[in-house]
């Protein structure tokens, strides 16, 4: 007897040896040097696809930013949706009789007001600005109007982006008429 020798020869050792061994693509190199290798491989030319969706993500960040509405827009805006609410609050029924005597036309005296409504809206309004879109909260309203009468109160959340506002929230109290 020579020794220990596996059953077969040998054959089975030197295949489990072979797959103990690491492969370096055909070089001995240092594990200093596999992973400065491998660092190296992160940073290698980025695809074509990739640079186009990064190119893509960043013009449309440009082009956001130049369209976020401005304060002045949110006013306007927000002015003739005063218009819109303040009319179908009062002009529909909510005005005191006295009053629907003497008003004829209380949609056309709401319009008038639409400027200092906006001035208004402006006023109560606040601003939060992301650089290519902007949140506005308002809250306005509740004052009284009259001795026995107090205008609804509204609070309105609005994202303004790419030119355009979307309310986001609001809400009101029913007003008081006596």
Request: charged share 15%; net charge negative.
């Amino acid at each position: 007897m020579r020794g220990f020798e596996p059953p077969d020869g040998g054959t089975t050792s030197r295949c489990l040896n072979h797959l103990a061994t690491p492969a370096v693509s055909g070089k001995n190199l240092p594990i200093g040097l596999l992973v400065l290798e491998m660092l190296i491989g992160l940073f290698r030319k980025p695809s074509a696809n990739a640079v186009a969706a990064v190119l893509a993500l960043a013009a449309s960040g440009v082009a956001l930013t130049f369209t976020n509405p401005s304060s002045e827009d949110f006013k306007s805006y927000a002015g003739g949706q005063l218009v819109s609410l303040i009319s179908d609050e009062l002009c529909d029924g909510g005005l005191p009789m006295v009053l629907q005597l003497w008003v004829k036309d209380c949609p056309r005296l709401i319009l008038d007001q639409e400027p200092a409504l906006a001035e208004l809206a402006g006023q109560f309004s606040r601003r939060l600005n992301f650089g290519f879109a902007s949140v506005y909260t308002t809250e306005i309203g509740g004052q009284d109007l009259l001795p026995t009468l107090r205008l609804p109160q509204y609070s309105v959340t609005t994202l303004g982006i790419a030119g355009q506002f979307v309310i986001l929230h609001s809400s009101s109290d029913a007003g008081k008429i006596e």
